[in-house]
Each structure stands twice: as structure tokens, then as C-alpha cells.
């Protein structure tokens, strides 16, 4: 049984960082690409960003190009997400999702076969 399980959510103040993790069983991590969603009270799920299995390759929401940075250990089955210069319209649940397509970064969420419980990102004005 493949689980997804993230960790580092919380409450942070405007112009802060954060770093949300998450940690995959159950498959073989290094075969899977990672990517982060979010969803705010009221609105869609909307894509992050994601990092293929296979060379590194990422891929950033417009918002998220330039504040966020999504990494992958491999060794320890973990995949991050840091966040920089946090505004308060990034308040939202973050959610890693796990790719059995590995080589692709896609935003497109109906292709990620895992997702985990989510994490709550407070961000204060």
C-alpha cells in the first residue's frame, strides 16, 4: 500500500519561508515524479509545482516560479517544497502527490496516482 505523508505546514508571516516535506512508501520512489498542489477555502485544487524521477526536471506554477523550490531525496523517499517570500494569498492546504509516469513534471493533477492527507500554509498579513 503506497502512503503519502506530509509535514512542515503551519503559520508563518508575510515575506516568510516555510518548507512543507513529504515522505512516500510503499513504491519505489525514485520511479516517481512528486508534485504539489494546493486548494484555498472556496476555490479549485490548483497545480504547484513537480519534479520528475528522471533528471531533475521541474516544472512551477506561474505564482510559484522564483519564491518556491521543489526538491527530491531520494534517499530518504522525500520529496520538499520551500517556500520563500510566502503571501498571504498562499494560504491553502498543500498536497503531494506521487506520478507512476516518472520522467513527466505534470501540473495536471488526474494524472498523479498517490496523494497525501494534506497540510495546512497559514500565511498572516
Known amino acids: 500500500q503506497v502512503q503519502v505523508v506530509e509535514s512542515g505546514g503551519g503559520l508563518v508571516q508575510a515575506g516568510g519561508s516555510l518548507r512543507v516535506s513529504c515522505v512516500v512508501s510503499g513504491r519505489t520512489f525514485s520511479d516517481l515524479a512528486v508534485g504539489w498542489f494546493r486548494q484555498a477555502p472556496g476555490k479549485e485544487r490548483e497545480f504547484v509545482a513537480a519534479?520528475?524521477?528522471?533528471?531533475?526536471?521541474?516544472n512551477y506554477a506561474g505564482f510559484a516560479a522564483g519564491r518556491f523550490t521543489i526538491s527530491r531525496d531520494n534517499s530518504k523517499n522525500t520529496g520538499h517544497l520551500q517556500m520563500d517570500s510566502l503571501k498571504p494569498e498562499d494560504t491553502a492546504v498543500y498536497y503531494c502527490a506521487a506520478n507512476t509516469a516518472g520522467a513527466f513534471a505534470s501540473s495536471w493533477s488526474n494524472e498523479y496516482d498517490y496523494w497525501g492527507q494534506g497540510t495546512q500554509v497559514t500565511v498572516s498579513s
Open positions: 519534479i520528475a524521477a528522471i533528471g531533475g526536471y521541474t
